[in-house]
């Protein structure tokens, strides 16, 4: 794995190994030595300091399509050494489908991110947020919003059950926000990380400083953080309530995101029977959450909230399915479950599983004793999984994280107490509704809304294609309120801008252009007396304008439109209906007829470097045009958006229709794809 077992730490560009000899992490099904971890801290400030002054601006350099692209590139690298992490993985405890999870699942989020970067960030390094606000009667103030990367630095510190997804999910979105990382992992599952991130900076693919690696203590690890950075904590309710309270987030600025455990439910409809396909779902539903990576899971299924009359039939049916489940060494032919992660987590599960035993007594499996295939139980961390079942007004299945293969089964009578039951966990990750009646589902999911940070609503329909309950997924936002720490992450775009800073700027409308990049109403236009279609890429401008002369719109044109496309809409053709109504007073031009002439108004219809127009956006009509109105258009360069991996770009025109009395009649964006230069190449 390494020339040593004692973990190195990555530090400004180089490999760093601790002095010490550290301490033994060992394989949680076997129990052999693994390598050594040292619970020295690394350079801290030298890693901040090299993050800040090589990686931040390294990064910042690149636009987000830039950024985007070494995300693929990086997504496809990690690829190719999948399998040497998955042999890894094992030694975890994990099985093949937990790894999947874990290290396919976390290159997925890699190439998720960089599709963001490329579809919904511009090829720029700010992103603009929402139309300029008009500050003054005259509209020569203006305010426009803004994201911008900060010169921070992002400490990831991670949990040891995703020891792949839980860095790259962070790291996606954090390099396209511009923001260099420090990853900090777990002790216990340590060198699956260390391993990647030696796999990630031999590649070469990121820039100097962009990732550093701190596999010490965290011991005075925010200490060396201020004004900018930013620490995205995944772990324990416990350890991320003591996050918020350290002096760098209260007084120094610094911004923290926590996705902790919690007590996350699933709800079996009042309307589903063991008849129903609804039940299998449920059913089996329970079990994964329990079973795959032996129940060590932020999002995993903790209360199982059934109706009363079904409970018995439910304990039953998943006691059932845990029973097919074999457990061992997650290497072994048909093992469906393997080790928790280390000796010392499943005392831990144990004792928590006592804790419930105050108010829950155990429906199916032995904390203190499971049969195991492939290996030694005594060897490893092996644990039975286990259902309970909750008794009257117990409290502590609401309050007590079994960190492990352990759910609890408990009851309601109404679709109002199923969801007091899940409120009582004071915030979760993952919810889920089981159920094919839509006014359950809306009444279930109305009332789990502001205690759930995502929902599933899982039925025959979605079956087939359902992530299920636990998975969560890079184009949905990953957190929670209350318990589970009130973060955010991933999300697709919103993961990113969550990271930046959102500024208002307020200036004049030129000033506001300058800024941005993007052309802005009230602006200076300019006309250079070449039409703006028969220039390039290279050679548009931001402003570049043309004015068309004016066309008359004549009551034949409107009978014709009519006609021909079958839009007889009374108002365009019948005289005295149209006179009756309120907004137009007699016959009117179909609005679509009016941006049709306009395009013939302002295109030029030579070959040219105009490629193609793929769409209109923001189109309003505005004032209503009659038989006899004159309309003129005026086409601006609104925006230009070069592709990185093409011929051309993509180029947004402000396009304003107006009458003989100069008033607007319809308002919307031209998109456009332009090449990049013209003419091309010869081949």
Same mark, same amino acid.
């Given at each position: 794995?390494?020339?040593?077992?004692?973990?190195?730490?990555?530090?400004?560009?180089?490999?760093?190994?601790?002095?010490?000899?550290?301490?033994?992490?060992?394989?949680?099904?076997?129990?052999?030595?693994?390598?050594?971890?040292?619970? &020295?801290?690394?350079?801290?400030?030298?890693?901040?300091?090299?993050?800040?002054?090589?990686?931040?601006?390294?990064?910042?350099?690149?636009?987000?399509?830039?950024?985007?692209?070494?995300?693929?590139?990086?997504?496809?690298?990690?690829?190719?050494?999948?399998? @040497?992490?998955?042999?890894?993985?094992?030694?975890?405890?994990?099985?093949?489908?937990?790894?999947?999870?874990?290290?396919?699942?976390?290159?997925?989020?890699?190439?998720?991110?960089?599709?963001?970067?490329?579809?919904?960030?511009?090829?720029?390094?700010?992103?603009?947020?929402?139309?300029?606000?008009?500050?003054?009667?005259?509209?020569?103030?203006?305010?426009?919003?803004?994201?911008?990367?900060?010169?921070?630095?992002?400490?990831?510190?991670?949990?040891?059950?995703?020891?792949?997804?839980?860095?790259?999910?962070?790291?996606?979105?954090?390099?396209? &926000?511009?923001?260099?990382?420090?990853?900090?992992?777990?002790?216990?599952?340590?060198?699956?990380?260390?391993?990647?991130?030696?796999?990630?900076?031999?590649?070469?693919?990121?820039?100097?400083?962009?990732?550093?690696?701190?596999?010490?203590?965290?011991?005075?690890?925010?200490?060396?953080?201020?004004?900018?950075?930013?620490?995205?904590?995944?772990?324990?309710?416990?350890?991320?309530?003591?996050?918020?309270?350290?002096?760098?987030?209260?007084?120094?600025?610094?911004?923290?995101?926590?996705?902790?455990?919690?007590?996350?439910?699933?709800?079996?409809?009042?309307?589903?029977?063991?008849?129903?396909?609804?039940?299998?779902? %449920?059913?089996?539903?329970?079990?994964? @959450?329990?079973?795959?990576?032996?129940?060590?899971?932020?999002?995993?299924?903790?209360?199982?909230?059934?109706?009363?009359?079904?409970?018995?039939?439910?304990?039953?049916?998943?006691?059932?399915?845990?029973? =097919?489940?074999?457990?061992?060494?997650?290497?072994?032919?048909?093992?469906?479950?393997?080790?928790?992660?280390?000796?010392?987590?499943?005392?831990?599960?144990?004792?928590?599983?006592?804790?419930?035993?105050?108010?829950?007594?155990?429906?199916?499996?032995?904390?203190?004793?499971? @049969?195991?295939?492939?290996?030694?139980?005594?060897?490893?961390?092996?644990?039975?999984?286990?259902?309970?079942?909750?008794?009257?007004?117990?409290?502590?299945?609401?309050?007590?994280?079994? %960190?492990?293969?352990?759910?609890?089964?408990?009851?309601?009578?109404?679709?109002?107490?199923?969801?007091?039951? &899940?409120?009582?966990?004071?915030?979760?990750?993952?919810?889920?509704?089981?159920?094919?009646?839509?006014?359950?589902?809306?009444?279930?999911?109305?009332?789990?809304?502001?205690?759930?940070?995502?929902?599933?609503?899982?039925?025959?329909?979605?079956?087939?294609?359902?992530?299920?309950?636990?998975?969560?997924?890079?184009?949905?936002?990953?957190?929670?309120?209350?318990?589970?720490?009130?973060?955010?992450?991933?999300?697709?775009?919103?993961?990113?801008?969550?990271?930046?800073?959102?500024?208002?700027?307020?200036?004049?409308?030129?000033?506001?252009?300058?800024?941005?990049?993007?052309?802005?109403?009230?602006?200076?236009?300019?006309?250079?007396?070449?039409?703006?279609? =028969? /220039?390039?890429?290279?050679?548009?401008?931001?402003?570049?304008?043309?004015?068309?002369?004016?066309?008359?719109?004549?009551?034949?044109?409107?009978?014709?439109?009519?006609?021909?496309?079958?839009?007889?809409?009374?108002?365009?053709?019948?005289?005295? &209906?149209?006179?009756?109504?309120?907004?137009?007073?007699?016959?009117?031009?179909?609005?679509?007829?009016?941006?049709?002439?306009?395009?013939?108004? %302002?295109?030029?219809?030579?070959?040219?470097?105009?490629?193609?127009?793929?769409?209109?956006?923001?189109?309003? %009509?505005?004032?209503?045009?009659?038989?006899?109105?004159?309309?003129?258009?005026?086409?601006?360069?609104?925006?230009?958006?070069?592709?990185?991996?093409?011929?051309?770009?993509?180029?947004?025109?402000?396009?304003?229709?107006?009458?003989?009395?100069?008033?607007?009649?319809?308002?919307?964006?031209?998109?456009?794809?332009?090449? /990049?230069?013209?003419?091309?190449?010869?081949?």
């Amino acid at each position: 794995m390494t020339s040593s077992p004692l973990l190195d730490h990555y530090v400004a560009g180089r490999w760093v190994t601790p002095s010490d000899e550290g301490a033994p992490l060992l394989d949680a099904s076997t129990g052999e030595e693994v390598a050594r971890f040292s619970g &020295a801290a690394p350079d801290l400030e030298a890693m901040t300091r090299h993050a800040r002054e090589v990686g931040g601006p390294a990064l910042r350099a690149l636009t987000f399509h830039e950024r985007a692209g070494l995300l693929k590139a990086l997504g496809k690298h990690l690829g190719g050494h999948a399998a @040497e992490l998955h042999e890894l993985s094992l030694r975890t405890g994990a099985t093949r489908g937990d790894g999947m999870g874990d290290i396919e699942g976390g290159i997925s989020t890699l190439f998720a991110a960089g599709s963001v970067g490329t579809r919904e960030l511009p090829n720029d390094t700010i992103v603009l947020d929402g139309q300029p606000v008009p500050l003054g009667k005259g509209g020569t103030f203006l305010g426009q919003h803004l994201f911008s990367s900060r010169a921070g630095v992002m400490v990831q510190v991670n949990a040891f059950n995703f020891p792949v997804w839980g860095v790259l999910e962070k790291l996606g979105p954090g390099l396209l &926000a511009g923001l260099p990382q420090i990853v900090k992992p777990a002790p216990q599952t340590a060198y699956v990380t260390e391993r990647m991130v030696r796999i990630i900076t031999d590649s070469g693919l990121l820039p100097e400083g962009a990732l550093q690696l701190h596999v010490g203590s965290p011991d005075g690890l925010l200490d060396a953080l201020t004004v900018g950075d930013h620490v995205a904590f995944t772990g324990s309710a416990r350890t991320g309530a003591l996050l918020r309270t350290h002096d760098a987030v209260v007084h120094g600025g610094v911004t923290l995101g926590v996705e902790a455990d919690s007590l996350n439910c699933s709800i079996l409809g009042p309307d589903v029977t063991p008849d129903d396909p609804e039940w299998d779902l %449920f059913v089996r539903g329970v079990v994964t @959450e329990m079973t795959y990576k032996a129940g060590q899971k932020c999002t995993a299924i903790r209360r199982a909230i059934v109706p009363a009359r079904r409970a018995e039939e439910v304990v039953e049916a998943i006691s059932a399915r845990l029973a =097919r489940t074999t457990v061992g060494h997650p290497a072994a032919e048909g093992v469906r479950m393997g080790a928790l992660v280390s000796v010392e987590q499943r005392d831990a599960v144990r004792s928590a599983v006592e804790r419930l035993r105050a108010s829950s007594e155990i429906a199916y499996g032995d904390p203190a004793s499971v @049969e195991v295939t492939g290996a030694d139980a005594e060897r490893g961390a092996f644990m039975s999984p286990v259902l309970l079942r909750a008794g009257e007004g117990a409290a502590e299945p609401h309050d007590v994280e079994p %960190f492990g293969p352990v759910s609890t089964v408990m009851t309601y009578s109404s679709v109002d107490e199923a969801v007091a039951l &899940a409120a009582r966990g004071r915030g979760s990750l993952a919810g889920s509704v089981v159920t094919h009646d839509p006014v359950v589902a809306r009444d279930l999911v109305r009332g789990l809304a502001p205690h759930h940070g995502r929902v599933l609503v899982l039925d025959r329909d979605d079956a087939g294609e359902s992530t299920g309950h636990g998975v969560p997924l890079p184009t949905l936002v990953h957190g929670g309120p209350g318990r589970a720490g009130g973060g955010e992450e991933m999300g697709g775009v919103r993961g990113v801008l969550h990271l930046m800073q959102r500024t208002a700027v307020q200036g004049s409308p030129d000033m506001i252009t300058a800024v941005t990049g993007r052309w802005t109403t009230g602006s200076q236009r300019r006309d250079d007396g070449t039409h703006p279609f =028969r /220039k390039s890429l290279a050679e548009l401008r931001v402003g570049d304008t043309i004015a068309s002369e004016s066309r008359r719109i004549s009551l034949e044109d409107i009978e014709h439109f009519a006609e021909f496309t079958g839009d007889t809409f009374y108002a365009h053709t019948d005289e005295e &209906a149209a006179r009756r109504n309120p907004l137009f007073g007699g016959i009117v031009a179909h609005g679509y007829l009016v941006v049709s002439i306009a395009a013939g108004l %302002f295109v030029q219809p030579d070959p040219g470097p105009v490629l193609a127009n793929f769409g209109v956006d923001s189109l309003r %009509f505005l004032t209503p045009v009659k038989a006899g109105d004159d309309i003129a258009v005026t086409l601006t360069v609104k925006q230009i958006t070069p592709r990185a991996r093409a011929e051309y770009g993509e180029v947004r025109w402000d396009a304003v229709v107006t009458n003989a009395e100069g008033a607007p009649v319809a308002t919307y964006d031209v998109l456009t794809l332009v090449a /990049k230069t013209w003419p091309p190449a010869a081949d």
